[in-house]
Nanobody, 125 residues
Framework: QVQLVESGGGLVQAGGSLRLACAAS????????MGWFRQTPGKEREFVAA????????YYADSVKGRFTISRDNAKKMVYLQMSSLRPEDTAVYYC??????????????????WGQGTQVTVSS
């Protein structure tokens, strides 16, 4: 089993910044591709960003590209989402996810093996 725990959520003003963190345990972190997703009440979970197992390749949803940065520290078994220029529409519960058996071309599909509990991000206008 792999456990993922998100942290760093909170309330921030529009235009501000926030950094989310995801701590992993249970398996070798460096073997997993990692992703961030978000969800608002009554809405389908939405892809935000993904990073390759070695950290050399990233992919972002168009809605966050240029504003968010995903990164990882395999030695610390951590993945991060640095969010800048935040907008009210970024308000959501943000989830960290891990996978070993997904093709890179499908990292935005939401088909991941493990999910964290989520952390709330609220952007005020």
């Amino acid at each position: 089993q792999v456990q993922l725990v998100e942290s760093g959520g909170g309330l921030v003003q529009a235009g501000g910044s926030l950094r989310l963190a995801c701590a992993a345990s249970g398996r070798t972190f460096s073997s997993y591709r990692m992703g961030w997703f978000r969800q608002t009440p009554g809405k389908e979970r939405e892809f935000v960003a993904a990073i390759s197992s070695g950290g050399g390749t990233t992919y972002y949803a168009d809605s966050v590209k240029g504003r968010f940065t995903i990164s990882r520290d395999n030695a610390k078994k951590m993945v991060y989402l640095q969010m800048s220029s935040l907008r009210p529409e970024d308000t959501a519960v943000y989830y960290c996810a891990a996978t070993e058996g997904i093709r890179w071309s499908r990292v935005a599909s939401g088909v991941y093996d493990y999910w964290g509990q989520g952390t709330q991000v609220t952007v005020s206008s």
